[in-house]
């Protein structure tokens, strides 16, 4: 979000950029004084997954519905990691972000041939398929028990504090911004948003639209590693709901919520959606899916374009509405004329 209201004010004078980044900063690190640290994380994490996804979905046109064996798979890789080597969290969440491109691969390679919900339901087939996996191969997952006690190291530091372990996650989540944010704005991006306009004219002017989406489903993958290592780490677990099927409908909702193809947008429809639940939770209420779905119907129904979609498009300057045509009286170049005698 930061680095998007940049770009949107390169005109303006270079104190306001600078400053506006300043608020931006200080609102990330005032957010666990003001919420729960484990829930301010679970934002950072949430935040990160749905950009990394917005940036298959909106600046390529891709619908995947197995984003969470990209989630959950560095999950359970970055908890082993965590568990047998005694690394920082920091090389074990790489690890599982490393996995999760990894395993991107074979499955784009044979997802992005197809579009449309031939591309969705190949991705979802796949996602199940590590599904099953980490719910048989319980003696590397836990199986329906899950990894359970996956530690925060980082030497030097103590991180059993959630409130500290929040600060030492934040850089993570903050880079995983800036490359999704370079990504868009790169000669690549552009690219990818062609292919998504219009691929067959892209391929016309000779590129190879299925390696661009391949590299793009590979780095959306990636950065939804590092979102789902690091809310491994926050939690000391990774279970069976990490890999499940609503986990990737989760993150379709947020993205959805805070606007498709603004990627900061995202940002705002996962802290929505996670505070919301929080809130129920605290209060009781069981029934959280049904009011975050309410949620979601009143905000496609009366904000097409998402919440900041909508936002961004009400601040646009308008342009001034052009003058009337003229009349045939003021076109005349000689009304005079009719008045001679």
Request: charged share 10%.
């Amino acid at each position: 979000m930061i680095l998007a209201l940049v770009h949107r004010l390169a005109g303006r004078p270079a104190w306001i950029r600078w400053g506006l980044l300043a608020v931006g900063l200080f609102l990330a690190a005032l957010l666990p004084w003001v919420l729960y640290p484990p829930v301010a994380t679970d934002i950072l994490c949430w935040g990160l997954f749905a950009v990394a996804f917005d940036l298959l979905l909106g600046h390529a046109g891709l619908l995947s519905f197995g984003h969470a064996a990209f989630w959950g798979g560095s999950a359970y890789v970055t908890g082993l990691i965590a568990l047998h080597s005694g690394l920082p969290f920091y090389a074990a969440v790489l690890g599982g972000a490393v996995a999760a491109a990894l395993l991107a691969l074979p499955i784009g390679y044979l997802a992005v041939r197809r579009s449309g919900i031939y591309f969705a339901m190949i991705t979802l087939a796949f996602a199940q398929m590590v599904y099953f996996v980490a719910n048989q191969w319980s003696a590397v997952t836990g199986g329906e028990n899950g990894l359970q006690g996956i530690p925060r190291t980082l030497p030097g530091t103590d991180l059993s504090d959630a409130f500290t372990f929040y600060y030492a996650a934040l850089p993570v989540v903050l880079l995983g911004l800036a490359a999704a944010h370079r990504i868009v704005r790169s000669p690549f991006g552009r690219v990818t948003a062609a292919i998504r306009d219009n691929p067959d004219r892209v391929r016309a002017l000779g590129y190879s639209a299925d390696r661009y989406k391949l590299t793009v489903f590979t780095a959306s993958a990636f950065l939804s590693g590092l979102a789902g290592g690091l809310f491994a780490v926050n939690h000391g677990f990774a279970s069976l709901q990490e890999v499940d099927w609503t986990t990737s409908g989760k993150v379709v909702v947020m993205t959805v919520l805070g606007g498709i193809g603004t990627l900061w947008g995202s940002l705002i429809g996962a802290a929505a959606i996670v505070r919301l639940e929080d809130w129920l939770s605290t209060a009781g209420f069981e029934q959280t899916d049904l009011v975050t779905g309410s949620v979601f119907i009143v905000v496609v129904l009366l904000f097409r374009q998402g919440l900041w979609g909508t936002a961004t498009h009400l601040l646009r300057p308008r342009r001034p509405t052009p003058p009337p045509p003229s009349t045939s009286e003021e076109s005349d170049p000689e009304p005079h004329l009719a008045e001679r005698p």
